[in-house]
Nanobody
Framework: QVQLVESGGGLVQAGGSLRLSCAASRSIFSVNAMGWYRQGPGNQREMVAFMLGSGVLNYGDSVKGRFTISRDGAKNTMYLQMNSLRPEDTAVYYC??????????????WGQGIQVTVSS
């Protein structure tokens, strides 16, 4: 079992920055992928950023150049640094970790979701 706890959300003015954290309750040895989704008012859930176990990074087109995903293995924590925030970034952000092992299906663990609100 893995618990993911998110923190760092809140209210920020357009052009500002926030850093979201996603802390796992224990070390995970077989991470297939980890990353962030978001769902804004009236919008479908969209992928924001993810990192493969190999370290390869991917970003949604709308956040490229503004957001950065990273991790600190010693702290069992993943981060999403969000710069140059826009009102359209307003959403609930969910972190996830996909855990796999040889011959077994992937298991996806989710954070509880955290609100990010960007004012004009």
């Amino acid at each position: 079992q893995v618990q993911l706890v998110e923190s760092g959300g809140g209210l920020v003015q357009a052009g500002g920055s926030l850093r979201l954290s996603c802390a796992a309750s224990r070390s995970i040895f077989s991470v297939n992928a980890m990353g962030w989704y978001r769902q804004g008012p009236g919008n479908q859930r969209e992928m924001v950023a993810f990192m493969l176990g190999s370290g390869v990074l991917n970003y949604g087109d709308s956040v490229k150049g503004r957001f950065t995903i990273s991790r600190d293995g010693a702290k069992n924590t993943m981060y999403l640094q969000m710069n140059s925030l826009r009102p359209e970034d307003t959403a609930v952000y969910y972190c996830f970790v996909d855990v796999g092992s040889p011959g077994a299906p992937l298991l996806r663990y989710w954070g509880q979701g955290i609100q990010v609100t960007v004012s004009s």
